[in-house]
C-alpha cells in the first residue's frame, strides 16, 4: 500500500546531539513537508520540498535543517541548535499541483524527548 | 500577522449533542479551506475540503463545513456527535500566494464526547 513512513516512533536526544528523523513515501508525490505539533499551537511547518534538490523554509526552520536527494526521502535533522526540539514531529506529501487540490497525506509522526 | 485561528482549544459534549468548531483566517484572495481530524494514536487524517462552488461542504463520518466569505471563516459542523469523534481536529488554509501547496495550520481543538 502507498503511504508515508516515519521512523523511529520514538526518539530521545541528550542535550547537544543531532538527531535525524526519517520520511520516506511510496506515492510519487512532488512535494513533501515538515511540520512540527505542540500542545495548543497546532501543526507549524518547519521545511518542505516542491522538487528534488530543492526545499524552503518554513515558519519555525531556525535548529533544523533537511535534504531532498531522492523524491522518495526527506529526512529532518534536528541540530543542538534547535532550544526546545521536545515536540511531535509529522511529515507529509502532497501532490504539487493546486488543480489536483494539494492531497495531504501524513506519517504517524515521530516523538522527539531531549533527555 | 496572517494566520487561521481556531475559537475554541478544548470542546467537551456529550453523545447526540450538536457540534460546532469555529475557523477564521485571515489572508485574502482566493484559499482553499481544509479540515483534518487526528483520532488517538491515529495519522492526520482529511475530514473535508472547500476549493471553489457550494459553499456548505460535506465530508466524511457526517460533518460538514460551511464557508463564508465575508466572515473569513470555515466553521465545521456535526448534527449530533458519537463518542467515537472523540478526537482533535484542524483547520488548515492554503494561502493564495505562488503554488507552493503549503498548509497553515490552526492551533487545534480537542473534542471529548462524553458516551
Known amino acids: 500500500d502507498g503511504g508515508i513512513t516515519q521512523s523511529p516512533k520514538y526518539l530521545f536526544r541528550k542535550e547537544g546531539q543531532n538527531v535525524t528523523l526519517s520520511c520516506e513515501q511510496n506515492?510519487?508525490?512532488?512535494?513533501m513537508y515538515w511540520y512540527r505539533q505542540d500542545p495548543g499551537q497546532g501543526l507549524r511547518l518547519i521545511y518542505y520540498?516542491?522538487?528534488?534538490?530543492?526545499?524552503q523554509k518554513g515558519d519555525i526552520a531556525e535548529g533544523y535543517s533537511v535534504s531532498r536527494e531522492k523524491k522518495e526521502s526527506f529526512p529532518l535533522t534536528v541540530t543542538s541548535a534547535q532550544k526546545n526540539p521536545t515536540a511531535f514531529y509529522l511529515c507529509?506529501?502532497?501532490?504539487?499541483?493546486?488543480?489536483?487540490?494539494?492531497?495531504?497525506?501524513f506519517g504517524s509522526g515521530t516523538r522527539l524527548t531531549v533527555v | 500577522a496572517q494566520s487561521v485561528s481556531q475559537h475554541n482549544h478544548h470542546v467537551i459534549l456529550s453523545e447526540a449533542a450538536s457540534l460546532e468548531l469555529g475557523c477564521n483566517y485571515s489572508?485574502?484572495?482566493?484559499?482553499?479551506l481544509f479540515w483534518y481530524v487526528q483520532y488517538p494514536g491515529q495519522h492526520l487524517q482529511l475530514l473535508l475540503k472547500?476549493?471553489?462552488?457550494?459553499?456548505l461542504v460535506k465530508g466524511i463520518k457526517g460533518f460538514e463545513a460551511e464557508f463564508i466569505k465575508s466572515k473569513f471563516s470555515f466553521n465545521l459542523r456535526k448534527p449530533s456527535v458519537q463518542w467515537s469523534d472523540t478526537a482533535e481536529y484542524f483547520c488548515?488554509?492554503?494561502?493564495?500566494?505562488?503554488?507552493?501547496?503549503?498548509?497553515?495550520f490552526g492551533q487545534g481543538t480537542t473534542l471529548q464526547v462524553k458516551p
Open positions: 507529509a506529501s502532497s501532490t504539487r499541483s493546486r488543480s489536483s487540490n494539494y492531497g495531504y497525506t
Open positions: 506515492l510519487n508525490h512532488d512535494a
Open positions: 520540498s516542491q522538487i528534488v534538490n530543492d526545499f
Open positions: 489572508y485574502g484572495g482566493t484559499v482553499n
Open positions: 472547500y476549493f471553489s462552488g457550494d459553499p
Open positions: 488548515a488554509v492554503s494561502p493564495p500566494w505562488g503554488n507552493t501547496g503549503k498548509l497553515i
